[in-house]
């Protein structure tokens, strides 16, 4: 028999086997759902954002608790107890257990008390919680516990610190042993994963915390895009266990759109998608990666003494994490070796080994050409997204809270550097918007009404606003006819600093204004602009001065 030991400290710390009774006791592995998911032993379900993570590990709860099969495929052993605890959100909870039932022709309340719902988690530094959690799991003999988000349950400090994570989930995963439940913590899988783009994602990306905990893990991933709107999904899913069993599935899921949402799930065996065995690439994917790779040796070949990574994203046209790829390829190849770049030398960047690039005016136009197809390919999709905000903001002319708006259009941090950049050109403006009783930041069309245009009458728009803009610089500077600084003339002619440096380049270069020498009112020299020789206020395209335009 296995011996407990002695001594009050140690009382309920463990039990232990001598060699000769480990060799005769009975340890069978029990499996909840065989091939994918043993009991007693932790599990994360882990993803990066927006990959379904709490979907799945609904869709697995509901099928351990009804004995079915998870994702249409996993057959569960037996149904078995499941206890879902979650951060709140109990409404969206129950419309996705209901699609989820209904994709397998049953309803929610068929599964009795099977499946266990709780909008509380527990706080894993405070022992009463811990208490009462493992008498609640006991009382209800619950045989597996999911808590989502598991960071939700952790100090803020310890999701990424394996010690503090790994002594916290530790004494979470006695309490479930001891009540005979098996843990499954649901997380975040987001790390390095710009190096993985649609790639399967492995244990590696799952935040340290939990990676250094889990003896069986589930790691979902992207295989493509998600397309906004479409309800479409296409994932990797990753199995493994130190118990040994494991895979690699494809997964598509489709949702529909917001009138008719549903849950429809097909699974296939990874190796059977891409036709190839683990390790091996299909061939859109070497095509892929050849034509990545010609067009960042055309890239370097017109920069002989190198350039950093920016400048060749920007003149390359590969998408930035199929860059960083290929670069690294190469490197490793030795086609292309890192060197210094920049005026002063101190950053890093690569360039062609002197023997490679291309060599002919032929393959030169082919390096071009591709060039030249993956701009447009990233163009497309931007200026979609583009249309999209400008649409939402023409709805509501006195301004979108920038939170609502993010939710709204359900911005990606892509699609969100896409909304700055409209911000930097002067088509959308920051304003403070009225919620409620709260006043908060938000976004407006600079100019109401333009929003959601076409591109040819979006210019027309901003050329008029420029035209305005430069009348009022002349304006301003023929109530100074000396000249003036630039930092004085913006106000002057109520415009913000950097607006003014572009109306006056233009200027410059029209021969409207010239620079001059300007004595401070501390006696210093500093360049300044007046009105060259025959200037005067400008009129824009149709006649108007700026008092008529605003």
Known sequence: MPRKQSGPAAADAFNFFTAGQLDKAVLDLRYLIPGLLAAGEPTILAGPGKS?????????????AGGGKFLGHF?????????????????DVQERLRRIAGARDTT?????DGLLVADWLPQLDNAQHLLSL????????VKLLVLDPAARCLPAAAVDNVFTAGRLLGELAAVCRRAGATLLLVGDASRNIEERLHAPLELANVAAGFRGFARQWLVLGRREEY????????????????AGHGGLWAVNVREGDAGNRRWMVAIRDGAELTGRQPGEEDAKTLRRRRADAKAILAALAATPDGTNVSALWQRSGVQYARMVEAVKSLCASGRVERCASGKDGTLLGVRLRKTEGPQTAGELAEVEATIARNKAQQEAPRQARRAMILTALADMPEGADATALIEKLKLTSVARKDLEKLVAEGIVVRCQVAVGNQVRPGFRLAIIGSG???DAAAKR??????????ARVMEALA???????KSNLAPRAGLSLPKTSVVLQDLLRAGQVEQCQIVTSQGHTAKGYKLAQGGGQEADGNGQTAQDVT
């Open 75 to 91: 057959q569960a052993a037996e149904p078995a107890r499941v206890a879902y605890l979650c951060d709140g959100g109990l409404a």
């Open 452 to 454: 959601g245009l076409p």
């Open 108 to 112: 929610l309340d068929q599964l009795s």
């Open 52 to 64: 379904l993570r709490t979907s799945l590990a609904l869709d697995l709860a509901s099928s351990l």
């Open 227 to 242: 397309e906004p709107n479409s309800g479409k999904h296409k994932l990797w899913l990753r199995v493994g266990a130190s």
């Open 461 to 470: 728009v901003l050329e008029r606003q420029h035209a305005a803009n430069r």
């Open 134 to 141: 493992g008498t609640w799991l006991s009382d209800r003999a």
């Open 479 to 485: 109530q100074v006819p000396a000249g003036e600084v």
